[in-house]
């Protein structure tokens, strides 16, 4: 089993920035993908970013892609997601997720989930 810990949401004007965490602990030989969802009130879960193990292939939405950068330190067991330009649209609960395989962009590619931390974007 995995265990995912978010931290890092907050508040923060539009336009600021913010870097989530989320550390791994148990069988963190089973975070080959690791990556972030995100879910607004009343809106459907939808995938933010991913990255494999080596680093060489991260995915964005097409809504993040050139404001989010994310980026994993295997030593630590940690992915994180570096937000920048952040807009109101971006108001959310982030959820931290893994697969033990190659993942991408579908919700049902990871097997685990974190908690998650919100993320608040003011106008």
């Known amino acids: 089993q995995v265990q995912l810990v978010e931290s890092g949401g907050g508040l923060v004007q539009a336009g600021g920035s913010l870097r989530l965490s989320c550390a791994a602990s148990?069988?963190?030989?089973?975070?080959?993908?690791m990556g972030w969802f995100r879910q607004a009130p009343g809106k459907e879960r939808e995938f933010v970013a991913a990255i494999i193990w080596s680093g060489d292939n991260t995915y964005y939405a097409d809504s993040v892609k050139g404001r989010f950068t994310i980026s994993r330190d295997n030593a630590k067991n940690t992915v994180y997601l570096q937000m920048n330009s952040l807009k109101p649209e971006d108001t959310a609960v982030y959820y931290c997720?893994?697969?033990?395989?190659?993942?991408?962009?579908?919700?049902?590619?990871?097997?685990?989930w974190g908690q998650g931390t919100q993320v608040t974007v003011s106008s």
């Open positions: 997720v893994s697969a033990p395989t190659y993942g991408s962009r579908r919700k049902d590619e990871y097997r685990y």
């Open positions: 148990g069988r963190t030989f089973s975070v080959y993908t």
